[in-house]
T-cell receptor, first 111, second 113 residues
Framework: DVKVTQSSRYLVKRTGEKVFLECVQDMDHENMFWYRQDPGLGLRLIYFSYDVKMKEKGDIPEGYSVSREKKERFSLILESASTNQTSMYLC??????????FGPGTRLTVL | GDSVTQMEGPVTLSEEAFLTINCTYT??????LFWYVQYPGEGLQLLLK?????DKGSNKGFEATYRKETTSFHLEKGSVQVSDSAVYFCALSDPGYGQNFVFGPGTRLSVLP
């Protein structure tokens, strides 16, 4: 079974803190994705990566950066967390255009 | 660009009722189509998929048929259970649109005993 794991299920941070969200997949997938999910707004793509050290902006990249130093790991970074970044963050991976496999999500609260 | 439209709900049904959640899409290429389900507090799980016209995806009593002529992929289940209460997302993956997925807004289903 494909496994996509995220470093935390719940996270509470303070405004201005630097936040790292980690995602690891174990199926050697080329593609990895970060989404945020908010009530009434569905899933919105933040960043994605087709390969190691490659990254592409999604629909809402402002305030975020990413890092992919190894194929299995894709990190989302909030350089200076703000309250409007309180959300559910979902990581996914896929092989080419096959289905995406999702992690359990990280619910981030920024106070 | 590519897009997915689905009924937003919420949809409330009694146990054993028939379920239909409509999904239509626009795509520049020839997409694969998916239904994902999200149970409370969890990530999305693939429910079923179809990769070409007239394919029928099925899983756990749910079915959806890829209709190219109507650009639709409606989700159906003959008899819903309380445990089917969740949010359902229709999605597409279009080789002509990069390697991204496009998700619909999600439909919340509540099944009452």
């Amino acid at each position: 079974d494909v496994k996509v794991t995220q470093s935390s299920r719940y996270l509470v941070k303070r405004t201005g803190e630097k936040v790292f969200l980690e995602c690891v997949q174990d199926m050697d997938h080329e593609n990895m994705f970060w989404y945020r999910q908010d009530p009434g707004l569905g899933l919105r793509l933040i960043y994605f990566s087709y390969d190691v050290k490659m990254k592409e902006k999604g629909d809402i990249p402002e305030g975020y950066s990413v890092s992919r130093e190894k194929k299995e790991r894709f990190s989302l970074i909030l350089e200076s967390a703000s309250t409007n970044q309180t959300s559910m963050y979902l990581c996914a991976s896929s092989s080419r255009v096959d289905e995406q496999f999702f992690g359990p999500g990280t619910r981030l609260t920024v106070l | 660009g590519d897009s997915v439209t689905q009924m937003e709900g919420p949809v409330t049904l009694s146990e054993e009722a028939f379920l239909t959640i409509n999904c239509t899409y626009t795509a520049t290429g020839y997409p694969s189509l998916f239904w994902y389900v999200q149970y409370p507090g969890e990530g999305l799980q693939l429910l079923l998929k179809a990769t070409k016209a007239d394919d029928k995806g099925s899983n756990k009593g749910f079915e959806a048929t890829y209709r190219k002529e109507t650009t639709s992929f409606h989700l159906e289940k003959g008899s819903v259970q309380v445990s089917d209460s969740a949010v359902y997302f229709c999605a597409l993956s279009d080789p002509g649109y990069g390697q991204n997925f496009v998700f619909g807004p999600g439909t919340r289903l509540s099944v009452l005993p």
